[in-house]
Nanobody, 129 residues
Framework: QLQLVESGGGLVQPGGSLRLSCAASGFTLDYYAIGWFRQAPGKEREGVSCMSSSGGRTNYADSVKGRFTISRDNAKNTVYLQLNSLKPEDTAVYYC??????????????????????WGQGTQVTVSS
């Protein structure tokens, strides 16, 4: 059974850091791109970052470029999102999801939620002083 489980969210002050994890089961990361998304109250779910199935290509929304870093550990079948220099506007529920197609390249921006499925339950990130 395909499943994604996020963890690592929390309350952090502006300028702080968090590392989110997305643990995958039922498939191996080598076959699918993984996307990170976020949804703030009253707003649409937006794509934040994506890593290709090969792990060789990453992409980021302009709003997080230079502050967030996506990575993965194949041995743990886990994808991470390192959040640095956090701002209050980064407050949202963060989700990871699986590309609908195999061997995705994450070559397009914006990262469209319509191209992903098998959403995790999400993890809350709150940036506040």
């Amino acid at each position: 059974q395909l499943q994604l489980v996020e963890s690592g969210g929390g309350l952090v002050q502006p300028g702080g850091s968090l590392r989110l994890s997305c643990a995958a089961s039922g498939f191996t990361l080598d076959y699918y791109a993984i996307g990170w998304f976020r949804q703030a109250p009253g707003k649409e779910r937006e794509g934040v970052s994506c890593m290709s199935s090969s792990g060789g290509r990453t992409n980021y929304a302009d709003s997080v470029k230079g502050r967030f870093t996506i990575s993965r550990d194949n041995a743990k079948n886990t994808v991470y999102l390192q959040l640095n220099s956090l701002k209050p506007e980064d407050t949202a529920v963060y989700y990871c999801a699986l590309d609908r197609g195999r061997f995705g390249t994450c070559s397009r921006l914006p990262i469209s939620k319509n191209e992903f499925h098998y959403w995790g339950q999400g993890t809350q990130v709150t940036v506040s002083s």
